[in-house]
């Protein structure tokens, strides 16, 4: 079958829910993708801040093929040691006491919020706590997640949501407060806002936030599934800042292709949140995807890889900044790191139709911002040549 033959078939057997891009992706090589007619693309999106590593990365591959032949599963009741290494390394790289792995972003999320109500529920005898979440949020597509993703669009023909939830404005501290009550349980946030319009949370809110959850004993969930992972120049966001959470939940690069996510929690959440019984999943933490996250790790650190990220940001920054000085319809850059955004005062969709059809990869963060969340693994030629080829999507338009 030829491209077009196969997009013809998927739009009769899988569910509509993405509005597909007109390729047929086949293979990766380092930064590049190639769809099933060889035609290569350079990739600025890597699966949505998925593929760190690129494709193919030294050892990579060979970590997965070397579980494979040993067990690819076993179930949660018994331990596996890519697991064991695998939460003992990313306790190592976050900072956090304790792991439970999931298998997804949205997945992680949920864990998280159970943690922080089992936490108020242990402490307070009832249940009827709340949590404070952040407009123009993006956490999953689950019910717990989307309960607390500010975007209505997204929760509108699902309601109702679970219940309790409020929304405050990232980075206006008086709104949070003004959400507060004595039921507030917990207060979740991305430390860079992805979907919602690449927006970092500034260090001043993210301070008073911490200090606001501590004189009340409000649980502070970082949600660093998309920001996480080197992608800020720091391997979580919220290093940057100093202000730790009480729960974090990681996923997206985590495993570098493998479907793998975590929620993380210092030892006072562990020790009065979740016991055996309360929480579980059958995948979560299975050998395969635990030999991913482990090597992923431990490349992290061989091979320097969030360093890399602050020589190279700054390229792509300088570069990003000189399209906002020549194109009128751009109105700002946002972002940090290796995720970037462009505000235009337009849709977007034509122009990064246009590149894909020129052989760059590129995706939206709402209808008017183009996203930049290339492998960390990029060097500056890769983004001279994605600076070209937008370039002349940009002027075409
Ligand atoms: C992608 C994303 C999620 C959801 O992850 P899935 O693996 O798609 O369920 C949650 N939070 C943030 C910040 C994300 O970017």
Redesign the pocket.
Same mark, same amino acid.
């Given at each position: 079958m030829n491209m077009q033959e196969y997009i013809s078939q998927a739009e009769q057997d899988l569910l509509h829910t993405y509005n597909r891009f007109q390729i047929v992706l086949d293979r990766g090589e380092g930064v590049h993708l190639y769809d099933i007619e060889g035609r290569e693309y350079l990739d600025f999106v890597s699966g949505?801040?998925v593929f760190a590593l690129g494709y193919h990365y030294p050892g990579y591959d060979e970590a997965l093929k070397d579980q494979i032949d040993k067990l690819i599963h076993t179930s949660n009741y018994y331990y596996n040691v890519p697991a064991i290494e695998a939460a003992r390394k990313i306790k190592a790289a976050s900072g956090m006491d304790r792991v439970f792995f999931t298998n997804?972003? $949205?997945?992680a999320?949920e864990g998280a919020l159970k943690a922080a109500r089992k936490y108020a529920y242990t402490r307070d005898g009832h249940t009827d706590h709340e949590i404070i979440a952040m407009e123009h949020s993006?956490?999953?597509?689950t019910f717990g997640?989307l309960s607390v993703t500010g975007n209505a669009h997204y929760r509108e023909a699902f309601e109702p949501m679970i219940g309790n939830i409020r929304f405050a404005q990232l980075n206006d501290y008086d709104s949070v407060l003004s959400r507060v009550t004595d039921r507030t349980c917990a207060i979740i946030l991305?430390t860079v806002q992805?979907?919602g319009g690449l927006i970092p949370a500034e260090a001043e809110f993210l301070r008073k936030i911490r200090k606001l959850c501590d004189e009340k004993d409000i649980l502070l969930i970082l949600?660093e599934?998309?920001?996480g992972m080197g992608r800020t120049g720091h391997m979580y966001a919220w290093q940057k800042y100093g202000v730790k959470p009480d729960i974090m939940?990681t $996923?997206?690069a985590l495993g570098c292709g493998v479907p793998v996510?975590a929620f993380l929690m210092t030892e006072r959440v562990g020790q009065n949140s979740l016991v055996a019984g309360d929480h579980g999943t059958t995948y979560g933490g299975n050998p395969l995807a635990c030999a991913a996250v482990s090597r992923v790790l431990d490349i992290y650190e061989s091979d320097g890889i969030v360093g890399h990220v602050k020589e190279v940001a700054p390229y792509l920054e300088s570069k990003l900044d000189e399209l906002v000085s020549r194109f009128d319809f751009i109105i700002e850059r946002r972002g940090t790191g290796l995720m970037q955004g462009l505000k235009c005062d337009r849709p977007v969709g034509d122009i990064i139709n246009r590149a894909v059809s020129s052989g760059l990869i590129l995706i939206n963060a709402g209808a008017d911002i183009i996203r930049f969340v290339p492998p960390l693994i990029i060097e500056k030629e890769h983004v001279d040549r994605m600076i070209d080829i937008l370039t002349k999507a940009l002027e075409e338009v």
């Open positions: 949505i801040a997804s972003g $949205a997945e999320v993006f956490h999953g597509r997640a991305e992805g979907e949600d599934i998309q920001c939940t $996923a997206k996510g």
